[in-house]
């Protein structure tokens, strides 16, 4: 399933409101500056706080 990108100019990062970027290929919204990823499942983006992964390659 496809990720629709026009949803990437509405929402941002649950912990400092900034700007999220798309990871196609591990289907997951990453906020550079928290350094922290948000799963998509089934093509919605989980944007809660206790459900981030932390990154762990600088990217």
């Given amino acids: 399933m496809a990720f629709d990108?026009?949803?990437l100019d509405i929402v941002a990062c649950p912990?400092?409101?900034g700007k999220l970027e798309y990871d196609k290929v591990a289907q997951k919204l990453v906020c550079k500056a928290d350094k922290l990823a948000y799963p998509?499942?089934?093509g919605i983006p989980v944007l809660l706080e206790n459900r981030?992964?932390?990154?762990?390659?600088?990217?």
Avoid: D, M, R, S
């Fill in 15 to 17: 912990v400092c409101k």
């Fill in 5 to 7: 990108k026009k949803l």
């Fill in 40 to 42: 998509i499942t089934e």
């Fill in 52 to 59: 981030a992964e932390p990154l762990t390659e600088t990217v």
